[in-house]
Every structure is written in C-alpha cells, then in structure tokens.
C-alpha cells in the first residue's frame, strides 16, 4: 500500500517481508528458549511498539506482556544514558522470566539503563530481544540474547521508529531524504 510517507524516504534498509521472516525465526528460536518457561515481554514504548504485537503473534507457546515507557534526556538524535521511566510496569517481575522486547539499540545507553532496574526486581530471568543493531552498540557491553538485523549507523525510521514522532507506520525501515530534516 503507498503511502504518502514513502515519498520521504531515500532508501529501504529492511523490507517489510524481511522482518516478517525474521520474526518468525527469532520466535521459533525463543518458543524453544523458552519450552519450560513462560516468557514475560516487556516491550519498550513507543519504538517497540510493532516488533512487541508481531513477535507475540508470532510466538506459539503462552506468554504474556507488559510495557513499559522511557525517555532518555538529552538530544532527540543522540542518547545521553541518564533515562527517566514514563509508564512503568504494572506488576511485580519479582521470579518472572523478563525478556525485554526493544526496537534498536545504537549506544546501547537506555537499553543498560533499562536492563540494571528490572534486574534489580529479581525477576528469575531476564534477556533482551532487539529488532535492529547499530554499530555504535558494541562499545556498550549490553548482552543481546536475539537480535534481527545488524544495520549501518545511520538514523533510520519506520516499524515503530520515529523522527519527531511521524514515520512509525510504515510497514518497512528506511533512511529518511536529507530534505525531510533541513524542511521542519
Ligand atoms: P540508545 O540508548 O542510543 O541505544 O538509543 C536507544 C533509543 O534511541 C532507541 O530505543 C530508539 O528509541 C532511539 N533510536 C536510536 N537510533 C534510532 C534511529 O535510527 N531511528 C529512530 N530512533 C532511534
Ligand atoms: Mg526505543
């Protein structure tokens, strides 16, 4: 379906079939994970949004969900570490198995954040499923148990990621046209 959005964008970085064949590897991987245990997600708002329903569709043995929002101060294109929690969860994770359900890691900031306070919970378990990687995030050790897709570092938009809240409905990831950042 073309959408009015697509004219924004310069390039597709991962189609919309691929992340749906890569949905339905990672969940095969994560139901035999996870045979014994029922997983917890925790999907982290509002990037993760699309990932967090198409993963638990995905999913064929019992799970269940949570969500939770976090802001990370500083600049809107880079990531400062110092987070803020938005919406937390609405139950105890205290012998839960957590698997946190994020969009994309870059510095890895918020996601070592995020990964400190639930742990602090006493969850039984915890990992971390993310859909997309950047490069920057090796330099923060985050143990990523699944990832999707390794993309360039570059700032990129759709399935859940934003620029200034617009882009998140497009069903593919691409980078955005030079243009959309110079004309506000
Ligand atoms: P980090 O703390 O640098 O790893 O950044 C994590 C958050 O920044 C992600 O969860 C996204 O919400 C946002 N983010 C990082 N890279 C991008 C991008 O390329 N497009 C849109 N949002 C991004
Ligand atoms: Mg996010």
Do not use: C
């Not at 957590?98 to 900031?109: C, N, P, R």
């Not at 570092?153 to 046209?177: C, H, M, Q, S, T």
């Amino acid at each position: 379906m073309p959408s009015v959005l697509d004219d924004d964008i310069e390039a597709v970085i991962v189609t919309a079939d691929q992340i749906a064949d890569k949905i339905v590897e990672l969940a095969k991987v994560i139901d035999a994970d996870y045979a014994d245990r029922e997983p917890l997600l925790v999907g982290v708002l509002k990037g993760a949004a699309m990932f967090m329903s198409d993963l638990a569709l995905a999913l064929e043995r019992p799970s269940t969900m949570e969500f939770m929002a976090v802001s990370s101060y500083g600049s809107s294109t880079t990531s400062s570490g110092v987070v803020r929690i938005l919406k937390d969860l609405d139950r105890d994770i205290a012998g839960q198995h957590v698997l946190i359900v994020e969009d994309i890691i870059d510095s890895g900031l918020t996601l070592s954040w995020l990964l400190r306070n639930l742990a602090s919970r006493n969850p039984a378990s915890i990992e971390i499923v993310a859909l997309l990687r950047k490069p920057d995030a090796v330099k923060v050790n985050v143990p990523v148990k699944y990832i999707g897709f390794d993309i360039p570092n570059e700032f990129v938009v759709g399935y859940g990621l934003d620029y200034a809240e617009r882009y998140r409905n497009l069903p593919y990831i691409g980078r955005l046209k030079p243009s959309v950042y110079s004309n506000p």
